[in-house]
Nanobody
Framework: QVQLVESGGGLVQPGGALRLSCAAS????????LSWYRQAPGKERVLVAG????????NYADSVKGRFTISRDNGKNTVYLQMNSLKPEDTAVYYC????????????WGQGTQVTVSS
């Protein structure tokens, strides 16, 4: 049974930083494509960042390039999202996603963690 458990969300001031973690189990973590999505109130869920299993190649949404960094620790079955220079528009529920490849599913989702950027 696939499980993805996010943690690390919270309230942060604009310009601040957070690191999200997603602990995974129940599938072959090391070869899976892992990603973070976010969903703001009233909006669609969108891809923020992804990382491949082989080679650790990364991709980012334009809105977060240069501010967010995705990484993975295959020994700990955990994927991270380091978020720096946070803006109010980064406020959303952040979801961890795992799939066999960047190009095909099936998709597996975590329960989400709330990130709120506000003064």
């Amino acid at each position: 049974q696939v499980q993805l458990v996010e943690s690390g969300g919270g309230l942060v001031q604009p310009g601040g930083a957070l690191r999200l973690s997603c602990a995974a189990s129940g599938f072959t973590f090391s070869t899976s494509y892992l990603s973070w999505y976010r969903q703001a109130p009233g909006k669609e869920r969108v891809l923020v960042a992804g990382i491949t299993g082989v080679g650790g190649l990364t991709n980012y949404a334009d809105s977060v390039k240069g501010r967010f960094t995705i990484s993975r620790d295959n020994g700990k079955n955990t994927v991270y999202l380091q978020m720096n220079s946070l803006k109010p528009e980064d406020t959303a529920v952040y979801y961890c996603n795992a799939r066999p490849s960047r190009w095909y599913g099936p998709d597996n989702w975590g329960q989400g963690t709330q990130v709120t950027v506000s003064s």
